[in-house]
């Protein structure tokens, strides 16, 4: 199973127990990737970004998969001529493979 969440955390009341809700119903061995603008782009859009966006790290969203219990988190950074300060961060639930430490690339 596969879950993605593209630009939508900023708006989770409760991110942990959304992505402790999101490792509940994921196979072992189901995915998980959330898509993110990092604090310095969101920053730069503060005109946008101060009405109710909650601004995230790409370390604490990874650090978030930890504590819930995810497995292989990874923290992709993107270098788009858009994408730049962007980062996809993905886990997988632990069962199909041996876990693996947290890894940035």
């Known amino acids: ?5 593209i630009n ?12 402790e809700e999101c490792a509940r119903v994921l196979a072992p061995g ?5 898509g993110i603008s990092g604090p ?3 920053n730069a859009h ?12 790409p370390e ?7 504590r819930e219990g995810l497995a292989n988190v990874q923290v992709i950074p993107q270098f788009g001529r858009v994408s730049q300060g962007d980062f996809v961060i993905t886990g997988e639930k632990a069962g199909a493979t ?5 890894r940035q690339h």
């Open 60 to 66: 604490e969203v990874a650090n978030i998969f930890l």
């Open 46 to 57: 503060s005109r946008l970004t101060r009405h109710g966006f909650r601004i995230f790290g």
């Open 98 to 102: 041996p876990s693996q430490p947290y």
């Open 40 to 42: 310095a782009k969101m």
């Open 1 to 5: 199973s596969k879950i993605s969440a």
């Open 30 to 34: 189901g995915r998980i990737a959330a």
């Open 8 to 19: 939508t955390l900023y708006y989770w009341e409760n991110a942990g127990a959304a992505v």
